[in-house]
């Protein structure tokens, strides 16, 4: 069974920053594409960023060039760190093992009903 905790969300000033983390059990991440995904307040899910089990990254627009994706495979965590931060990176950030990461309007909603996710809060 794979299970994924999220953790490291938080309240932070707009420009602040926040690592997030993805514990993995029940996978190894040299097989896996890994992902993390994001429901702001009143929106829709959004696809944040992932990596690919050869080391290949993809970063949404909105958070190009501010979030950094990694992993540590000898403690099974994937890492999500978020420096520059803005009120609308606001949200409940998931991580999930996808092989077909996309923008998926009801995938936060399945990915809810798996991990609780973590908070992220900026203010301006």
């Known amino acids: 069974e794979v299970v994924l905790v999220e953790s490291g969300g938080g309240s932070v000033q707009d420009g602040g920053s926040l690592r997030l983390s993805c514990k993995a059990s029940?996978?190894?991440?040299?097989?896996?594409?890994m992902v993390w995904y994001r429901q702001p307040p009143g929106n829709e899910c959004e696809l944040v960023s992932y990596?690919?089990?050869?080391?290949?990254?993809y970063y949404s627009n909105s958070v190009k060039g501010r979030f950094t994706i990694s992993l540590d495979n000898a403690e099974n965590t994937m890492y999500l760190q978020m420096n520059s931060l803005k009120p609308e990176d606001t949200a409940v950030y998931y991580c999930?093992?996808?092989?077909?990461?996309?923008?998926?309007?009801?995938?936060?909603?399945?990915?809810?009903?798996w991990g609780q996710g973590t908070q992220v809060t900026v203010s301006s």
């Open positions: 029940g996978l190894t991440f040299d097989t896996s594409d």
């Open positions: 999930a093992k996808d092989p077909e990461p996309r923008n998926d309007p009801d995938l936060c909603f399945v990915l809810s009903s």
């Open positions: 990596i690919n089990s050869d080391g290949t990254t």
